[in-house]
């Protein structure tokens, strides 16, 4: 039992960084999944508070595409504390198992898979949380088709406490954008990068990299272009190969925004392509069972149970897609003698496991030695071929772009140009060159010039944007969007929730970072309840709806000054600012009073029948009771106003 709630009933899978159990929370009497992390984690105090800071992130996500958090919790004991999550337990299997039980997927089911996993990250990012290790054994697929995306918040939590060190990247090297391996920062694009990596090996049926070592492949999304599926595979429309291309690019300003930047393009592509959607399958090959995220069978030397008990996970080399890890990032040039490979944060390794390792530095340093030599050789090749000529990389730093390029093409160098903000470098002139002035390089050499874009400015938020799509576009300017309720304004016609107006204005040039202000509508303004009182029903339904209110009618009482059918009151009552917001509803209070007729000079007999219509009771007074008895006179008066079923006497001769 965790917590003496929790019941811990069998092994579902281990990961890298947890065991997966299926369990029952014995207090809802619910099936359920319990994540628990492993020791290295649990005794980290940093690792708990931000996995609870996390958790509490992802629970607070409601999407039919996200895998349900629960609860979350430490159970403390004696031998140790096990840091828990309490999970939507799903029946069927992951999208790894269908990929490896069909290889590649048709189109139709390919974007069938995307588009919740999209929806479910496009939700997470409107919340402002990244994902960071999108991949197939993250993606469920239940027995119903229905497609969920888990293990929100898991890997930040893990990357930002003590466990990890800032040399140190979290993920899954098959999956990893290029700025998770340079510099370890993760965005919303990141994301979208993993997406389109998953989406090209749901159509080629495998990832755009595998190697020998996780260097390798972490080194190939830094300096390699993924390629166009349909240069794998035959059979991709072109307009899928250009989506997966634009989601992957290593620029990362050059990808979709976010989540739902890709989901809307993908839906787009669908329309264009007339797809329609298919049902999502579980592998017929897969056991029925229960699958949950980063969930990998134990190797049979564990002693473990075995494979068969658990759904199929596929055998790929150990620099293949399966594992979340933690990567070392590649080092500056004079730390790459002491960091040659990507190391998983795991327990001291087994001498098997050290043997294995110690053949594969071998074989690593050897690489490396061909490399230098065949490097050597190539450039000596390249000098002879060109007969030496170098020249020296002109001054080009603080020069306007137009008049560095010329330069360089006086130099006979060629130039690559890349942009970005600056405070102090004015617009449109270089901040810096690589390789610098003064170095020498042979002809024909490119130049990396870094072109100053100046300031960045407000972007030109519309009015009526969505706070968290204007938070994106102020976020991808380089500056932090600021939300303040209290300045929120009301709005005739801005929906409640979207953005007004920004401050400073579009276009006003800020330091990088800057605050910009978002107000946000509140709805339209509330207005009074207008003042109906003695009005009747059909006049003051009419008013109110005029006003933007819905009337109903909200009882009756009898009040001796209004008449009957007519307005007593409202509620709320008239004056009472309300907004109008789905149109509110007003109740109207009516009044019942009965208004007595004259009755003197009638017979008793039309007394009789006139008082019966208007549900009151006549009381006659006579010295002989004739049929023919005429009414000399009457209390209540003529034109009293009394409750129903009130008396009336009458005196008859």
Same mark, same amino acid.
């Not at 264009?272 to 399958?281: F, K, Q, Y």
């Not at 990032?329 to 098997?352: I, K, L, M, N």
């Not at 008449?563 to 009151?569: D, K, L, P």
């Given at each position: 039992m965790l917590e003496r709630r929790y019941r811990v009933d069998s092994l579902i899978a281990r990961g890298g960084m947890s065991t997966v159990y299926r369990g029952l929370d014995t207090r809802l009497d619910r099936p359920v999944a319990l994540k628990v992390m492993d020791e290295q984690y649990s005794g980290d105090r940093s690792f708990v508070e931000r996995f609870e800071s996390e958790a509490r992130a992802a629970a607070r996500l409601h999407d039919p595409n996200i895998v349900a958090v629960y609860d979350q919790g430490v159970d403390r004991r004696a031998d140790g504390d096990h840091v828990f999550l309490v999970m939507q337990l799903v029946e069927g299997c992951t999208l790894r198992d269908l990929i490896v039980d069909r290889g590649r997927l048709p189109v139709p089911l390919a974007l069938s898979v995307l588009e919740p996993v999209l929806s479910a990250l496009a939700a997470a990012h409107g919340a402002g949380m990244v994902h960071r290790d999108v991949k197939p054994e993250n993606v469920l697929i239940g027995e119903d088709g229905t497609v969920r995306v888990a293990d929100f918040g898991l890997v930040r939590a893990a990357a930002s406490a003590g466990t990890t060190s800032g040399s140190v990247i979290l993920g899954t090297v098959a999956y990893l954008s290029p700025e998770q391996v340079t510099t370890g920062a993760a965005d919303l694009r990141?994301?979208?990068?993993?997406?389109?990596?998953?989406?090209?090996?749901?159509?080629?049926?495998?990832?755009?990299?595998?190697?020998?070592?996780a260097l390798s492949v972490a080194y190939r999304h830094v300096n390699d272009d993924v390629p166009a599926p349909g240069t794998q595979v035959d059979g991709v429309p072109p307009a899928l190969d250009e989506l997966v291309v634009r989601a992957t690019r290593r620029d990362a300003q050059a990808r979709p925004a976010d989540a739902a930047a890709m989901l809307a393009e993908v839906r787009r592509v669908r329309g264009?392509?007339?797809?329609?959607?298919?049902?999502?399958?579980v592998p017929s090959s897969a056991e029925r069972t229960t699958v949950m995220p980063t969930a990998q069978h134990p190797p049979p030397e564990q002693g473990d149970p075995p494979t068969e008990q658990f759904a199929a996970v596929r055998d790929v080399p150990a620099a293949g897609?399966?594992?979340?890890?933690?990567?070392?990032?590649?080092?500056? /040039? *004079?730390? &790459?003698? %002491?960091?040659?490979?990507?190391?998983? +944060?795991?327990?001291?390794?087994?001498?098997?496991?050290?043997?294995?390792r110690r053949g594969k530095r071998a074989v690593v340093a050897w690489t490396a030695v061909v490399a230098v030599l065949a490097l050597l050789v190539g450039g000596v090749a390249f000098w002879l071929g060109t007969g030496g000529s170098s020249v020296q990389v002109p001054q080009l730093v603080g020069k306007p772009e137009a008049e560095a390029q010329q330069a360089l093409q006086t130099a006979g160098l060629r130039s690559t140009v890349t942009k970005e903000h600056d405070n102090a470098v004015p617009e449109g002139v270089v901040i810096s060159s690589s390789p610098e002035q003064g170095a020498q390089v042979s002809?024909?050499?490119?130049?990396?010039?870094?072109?100053?874009?100046?300031?960045?400015?407000?972007?030109?938020?519309?009015?009526?944007?969505?706070?968290?799509? /204007? *938070?994106? &576009?102020? %976020?991808?300017?380089?500056?932090?969007? +600021?939300h303040d309720e209290s300045a929120d304004e009301y709005h005739q016609s801005v929906p409640e929730g979207r953005v007004i107006r920004v401050d400073p204005a579009p276009g006003t040039r800020l330091d990088i970072s800057s605050e910009v202000r978002l107000i946000v509508s509140r709805g339209p303004p509330p207005v009074p309840v207008p003042d109906v009182r003695g009005a009747s029903k059909e006049e003051a339904f009419a008013i109110l709806s005029n006003a933007g209110f819905t009337p109903f009618e909200?009882?009756?009482?009898?009040?001796?000054?209004?008449?009957?059918?007519?307005?007593?009151?409202?509620d709320p009552g008239a004056g009472t600012e309300v907004r109008l917001a789905g149109s509110p509803r007003i109740g109207v209070v009516l009044s019942n009073a009965v208004a007595v007729p004259d009755l003197n000079g009638t017979t008793v007999e039309q007394a009789q029948q006139a008082?019966?219509?208007?549900?009151?009771?006549?009381?006659?007074?006579?010295?002989?009771?004739?049929p023919n008895m005429r009414i000399f006179g009457q209390l209540p008066t003529p034109g009293s106003r009394?409750?129903?079923?009130?008396?009336?006497?009458?005196t008859a001769f």
């Open positions: 990141t994301d979208v990068y993993a997406a389109g990596v998953v989406l090209f090996e749901m159509l080629t049926g495998h990832p755009p990299y595998v190697g020998d070592t264009e392509l007339g797809i329609a959607p298919v049902p999502v399958p897609p399966q594992g979340t890890r933690a990567l070392q990032r590649p080092r500056s /040039a *004079e730390e &790459e003698d %002491r960091t040659q490979e990507f190391g998983a +944060v795991a327990a001291g390794p087994s001498p098997r496991e050290q043997e294995r002809t024909e050499r490119e130049v990396a010039l870094v072109v100053s874009l100046g300031k960045p400015a407000v972007p030109p938020i519309a009015e009526g944007t969505p706070l968290a799509e /204007a *938070e994106i &576009e102020v %976020r991808n300017a380089k500056l932090q969007p +600021v909200a009882g009756q009482q009898f009040n001796a000054d209004v008449e009957g059918g007519h307005v007593i009151a409202t008082m019966a219509e208007r549900g009151l009771v006549l009381d006659v007074n006579a010295l002989w009771n004739r009394v409750e129903p079923g009130s008396t009336v006497r009458v």
